[in-house]
């Protein structure tokens, strides 16, 4: 079958920047994430700059990577940084408690994680210890990372690194309602104020954003971190400011994750989608939280993880949270990345959890071995979007009906990119029809168009070692006349319209 859909770009209409820090990625300490996935050590046969992998930082460079949030996730409140900087007798091993009991050799550490931001050209969103660290170990922290001829700025250069650092965005804690904690919003208010008021970026090249938790995913607390934290923020005092709220929203039904990531069937395919779809709620009631307290939007959403938490791949460690990565994924991506542009005007970055080998990663390892998700193309297809200026769109989805279960059959989003060209993303949610797009840019006049599209002939189709390309995007052929751009989708495909205008 085939549906249409009429759409009209209002390229006279613009919005807010889609910033690009929301389609950064969350880098932590946990499983193959980093050891074996990011880091091989300087001696390992397989090819590296420096123990970082050349073949994880030659893919991570074409999908432009805005920024990495780091060490953690539930492992940033056990981590002490010191254990992870000095010489390899330095190091300290520890067992990451919250990930498989694995041991930490801690030979990733704050210079190796600069490092890997310098080889894929991105910035640092580092996540501090609240919950078993002092405000001393992260103010000093900071100063080791950013000051210039102190006794820590002095002490970094020793170990290698003259040159101050630049922190972005620095997390005052993760998920501290939770594994972070737990704290009441009240009992976190009170670190939160300790942490602002006494921890200092010293590098005058960067404007550090200052994060706070947000609400709780487990909904213990429901959005009482919001509500507490934003009118605590409304009373600030000039000892502190804050500049982001960080919203966890996994796309999951449950712990332990038993929505399989392979081998489902339609209504599974649309349960996932539909819980997927939940984000715009999500954001949306916290938005209405923060406005009321911040009509000027001067603290961010930042949606610091997200993503796809689905059934382990048999035989691995559940601790390691390894899941394959379908053609379902990359519509989930599509869609999170649509809300997330469809919010700009607060929604100021977000992270894929998790960037390599955990989660809804962009890169699956083995050994020597790597393969793209299809994840990871729908990432590199949206390139474009970062930093441009939405556009209004206006169209009639549809609704796509399986079981119990009503979804919008398409979806979509325009832009003006930063190089001019307009941008629209087309997802077609609907796994058994094709979808013809009419699109009239108003007072436009279109010189040419071209466009790429990642479709799978299954709902459920992944890229394997020894299959890497079966999900991978190809070029689309689209029409144009006048102001009209017309092109047919398949099934359950993401496509990216570039269209040059006279
Ligand atoms: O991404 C995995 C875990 O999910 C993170 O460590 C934690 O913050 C969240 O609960």
Redesign the pocket.
């Known amino acids: 079958g085939q549906n249409t859909v009429k759409v009209t770009i209002e390229p006279s209409q613009q919005g807010p920047v889609i910033n690009r820090n929301i389609f950064g990625h969350?880098a932590?300490h946990?499983g193959f994430g980093i050891y074996g996935g990011i880091w091989v050590g300087p001696d390992s046969d397989i090819p590296n700059t420096r123990g970082i992998r050349n073949d994880v930082v030659e893919a991570l460079k074409e999908i432009k990577v805005p920024n990495v949030r780091w060490p953690?996730?539930?492992?940033a409140d056990r981590y002490h940084w010191r254990e992870g900087i000095g010489t390899p007798e330095e190091r300290r091993k520890r067992i990451n408690v919250?990930w498989g009991g694995a041991v930490e050799p801690n030979t990733f550490g704050s210079h190796e994680f600069f490092d890997f931001l310098a080889q894929i050209g991105s910035d640092a969103f580092v996540s501090a210890n609240v919950g078993s660290g002092s405000v001393k170990d992260a103010s000093d922290w900071l100063e080791y990372l950013t000051a210039t001829g102190t006794a820590l700025g002095d002490e970094r250069a020793r170990n290698g690194n003259p040159e101050p650092y630049e922190v972005l965005f620095w997390g005052i804690g993760?998920?501290t309602w939770?594994?972070g904690g737990p704290f009441t919003p009240e009992e976190y208010i009170t670190e939160l104020k300790r942490h602002l008021t006494f921890t200092s970026n010293y590098n005058p090249n960067v404007n550090t954003q200052f994060v706070a938790v947000g609400p709780d995913s487990f909904d213990e607390y429901s959005f009482g971190y919001t509500e507490a934290i934003m009118a605590a923020w409304a009373d600030r005092t000039w000892t502190w400011d804050l500049q982001g709220l960080a919203i966890?929203n996994y796309t999951r039904g449950g712990w332990p994750a038993e929505i399989p990531a392979t081998g489902f069937n339609e209504l599974q395919y649309a349960e996932v989608l539909e819980e997927a779809l939940g984000m715009d709620q999500y954001i949306a009631n916290n938005r209405a939280i923060m406005d009321k307290y911040d009509p000027d939007t001067e603290v961010s959403i930042l949606v610091s993880?997200w993503g796809s938490w689905l059934a382990p791949t048999e035989g691995t460690e559940p601790g390691f949270?390894i899941q394959q990565n379908s053609q379902r994924d990359a519509v989930i991506a599509a869609l999170n990345f649509n809300i997330f542009t469809r919010h700009a005007e607060r929604v100021h970055g977000a992270n894929l959890?998790?960037m390599v080998n955990?989660?809804q990663s962009v890169i699956h390892t083995e050994n020597e071995k790597m393969v793209l998700t299809p994840t990871y193309h729908v990432f590199r297809m949206y390139v474009p979007f970062q930093d441009a200026t939405r556009l209004a769109i206006n169209f009639d989805p549809g609704v796509y009906k399986v079981g119990d279960i009503s979804l919008p059959k398409v979806d979509a989003i325009a832009a003006k990119g930063k190089d001019g060209q307009i941008y629209v993303a087309i997802t077609n949610i609907d796994p058994n029809n094709r979808a013809t797009f009419d699109l009239s840019l108003d007072g436009y006049s279109i010189r040419n168009v071209k466009g790429e599209t990642l479709y799978a002939n299954a709902i459920d189709a992944v890229n394997t070692f020894d299959n890497p390309n079966n999900v991978k995007p190809k070029e689309i052929k689209a029409q144009a006349s006048r102001n009209k751009v017309s092109v047919t989708v398949q099934p359950q495909s993401v496509t990216v319209l570039s269209i040059t205008t006279r």
Request: charged share 15%.
């Open positions: 969350f932590e946990l953690g996730g539930c492992f919250s993760n998920e939770g594994c966890h993880e949270l959890a998790q955990v989660l």
